[in-house]
């Protein structure tokens, strides 16, 4: 099985851009989904396919993806917006997913 | 309104047997394929089991390969997990995801149910 790698902290301020990154081998041929999760509460899915927003995910939030990494971009960050956030792919194989080990997002 | 709640969870012992259930609605089960997610108390999350929504095609973690099975029934909405042979590391939050069908994403997650591993 692969790995996906992120950095396990971000800061940004209040109405900045931010850039959350996800590297793996995977990338090369998968797409990565990204999760939101805020403390005590079940993930939400935010990005998914090359640039998709499900139904009310504010616009602010953009995915992309180049070589072995995917990104999550959210431009003009708000204090809601302080959370865990998660990448998600298959693996070489597959058949199996795989999470990174997630990011912990400060809006300051 | 999709709606996913699990249930099932609670303590049991090292080498114990748990069965989780997923109660599905809002969306027509029968379409979907359907995950199990974990996550250890403050850990990441860790895919566990995927299957697809005819139940002919389910693959699993190798961390729990040979000791949980998924299932599902469609005609009840309902999707199980067997969980046998339980170590300590499999403490954790279990969460169900519905598989969105145009995404392949985890679309939609329940609130999760926590099984507890410890004597």
């Known amino acids: 099985s692969s790995e996906l790698t992120q950095d396990p902290a971000v800061s940004v301020a209040l109405g900045q851009t931010v850039r959350i990154t996800c590297q793996g081998d995977?990338?090369?041929?998968?797409?990565a989904s990204w999760y939101q999760q805020k403390p005590g509460q079940a993930p939400v899915l935010v990005i998914y396919?090359?640039?998709n927003r499900p139904s009310g995910i504010p616009d602010r939030f953009s995915g992309s993806s180049s070589g072995n990494t995917a990104s999550l971009t959210i431009t003009g960050a708000q204090a809601e917006d302080e959370a865990d956030y998660y990448c998600?792919?298959?693996?070489?194989?597959?058949?199996?997913?795989?999470f990174g080990g997630g990011t912990k997002l400060t809006v300051l | 309104e999709v709606q996913l709640v699990e249930s099932g969870g609670g303590l049991v012992q090292p080498g114990g047997s748990v069965r989780l259930s997923c109660a599905a609605s809002?969306?027509?089960?029968?379409?979907?394929?359907m995950n199990w997610v974990r996550q250890a108390p403050g850990k990441g999350l860790e895919w566990v089991s995927h299957i697809s929504r005819d139940s002919n095609t389910i693959y699993y973690a190798d961390s729990v390969k040979g000791r949980f099975t998924i299932s599902r029934d469609n005609a009840k909405n309902s999707l199980d997990l067997q969980m046998n042979s339980l170590r300590d590391e499999d403490t954790a939050v279990y969460y169900c995801?519905?598989?969105?069908?145009?995404?392949?994403?985890?679309?939609?997650w329940g609130q999760g149910t926590l099984v507890t591993v410890s004597s």
């Open positions: 998600n792919s298959r693996d070489s194989s597959a058949n199996h997913l795989v």
């Open positions: 995977s990338l090369r041929s998968y797409y």
């Open positions: 995801a519905r598989e969105g069908d145009n995404s392949g994403a985890r679309d939609y």
């Open positions: 809002g969306f027509i089960f029968s379409n979907y394929n």
């Open positions: 396919g090359k640039n």
